[in-house]
């Protein structure tokens, strides 16, 4: 596991957007403080809930329930989850994620960029104890929660965080070598464009993108389905998971990693080849 402390906390960019229509990576003003101190029954399991948090969690559904108090208590005061989700932290939060783990192979090394408070990387790791998985984050009170969270889980042999935005994950910096997964895991980060641009680098020749959506998620295939192709990755495709398990299934936008695609070069000027022109 890795903390890196020379990243400033104010790191925007690539892994580190303001969050998308999700309320888990919460805004840092005052406002989104509770004005009493949260409470662990907040996290307690709904029992309608119970059959598909068994059913998703199995023998690990109380490692599962020890991780929702946590986004629920200090995840709340830390200013990581928004006061108001926390008695929902179990249908909008922990199923939800937990659900893409069957759009997962077995024992695949997952990235999570953005991860903020955890959200779906560190559910993941709980729900399948074979994966190896990354959580990708440049802000240095997100990376505090998330080192102390998998220290207190015992989850340090399977899961790392590395702090820093998803283009210094994938191309290497401060020392640090670059690394790249099977598959790259993303909630409420960006626009599907945006997304591919940081989050297909760090995925695998065949790796894949599972990108965490909403209603969107038709729309922006449409708009941005040449975008991705640019960047190498094949036709996006809406998967729902948890399809029978949880209502409403977990929408997904997955995209295969087709093409090695370098950093585009600057083209030339009219300029400049005129004047290779002349020197011919």
């Known amino acids: 596991m890795t903390h890196d402390d020379t990243t400033a906390d104010t790191v925007t960019g690539p892994g580190g957007t ?15 403080r509770p004005d009493t101190a949260p409470s662990p029954a907040d996290a ?30 200090d995840g709340v005061v830390r200013g990581l989850i928004g006061p108001r989700e926390a008695p929902r932290i179990w249908d909008r939060h922990m199923l939800n994620c937990a659900a893409v783990a069957e759009r997962i192979p077995s024992r695949a090394t997952v990235l999570d960029v953005g991860s903020g408070a955890g959200l779906p990387g560190l ?14 984050e440049p802000l240095a009170r997100r990376t505090s929660f998330l080192i102390e969270v998998v220290e207190r889980l ?3 042999k399977s899961v790392r965080v590395f702090r820093g935005r998803a283009d210094e994950a994938a191309s290497g910096s401060s020392g640090r070598d670059p690394i790249s997964g099977d598959v790259v895991t993303a909630r409420a980060v960006a626009p599907l464009d945006r ?9 695998v020749r065949g790796g894949r993108l599972l990108a965490l959506k909403g209603s ?8 941005h389905a040449e975008v991705v192709a640019r960047l190498g990755g094949g036709e ?25 695609v370098g950093p585009a070069r600057p083209a030339a000027s009219k300029r400049s080849r005129a004047g290779r022109s002349r020197r011919r």
């Open 18 to 32: 303001p969050p998308g229509p999700s309320a888990v990576q919460a805004a840092d003003a005052e406002s989104t």
């Open 44 to 73: 307690a399991l709904p029992p309608e809930l119970a059959p598909a948090a068994l059913t998703l969690f199995g023998d690990r559904l109380d490692l599962a329930a020890a991780y929702a108090e946590l986004l629920a208590t």
């Open 123 to 136: 559910v993941l790791a709980i729900a399948r104890p074979d994966l190896t998985v990354t959580l990708i």
């Open 154 to 156: 015992g989850l340090a």
């Open 195 to 203: 997304l591919a641009g940081w989050s297909l680098p760090l995925a």
């Open 216 to 223: 969107s998620a038709a729309a922006e295939i449409e708009e």
């Open 236 to 260: 996006p495709t809406v998967q729902l998971c948890g399809v029978g398990v949880i209502d409403p299934p977990t929408t997904v936008v997955e995209i295969v990693r087709e093409r090695m």
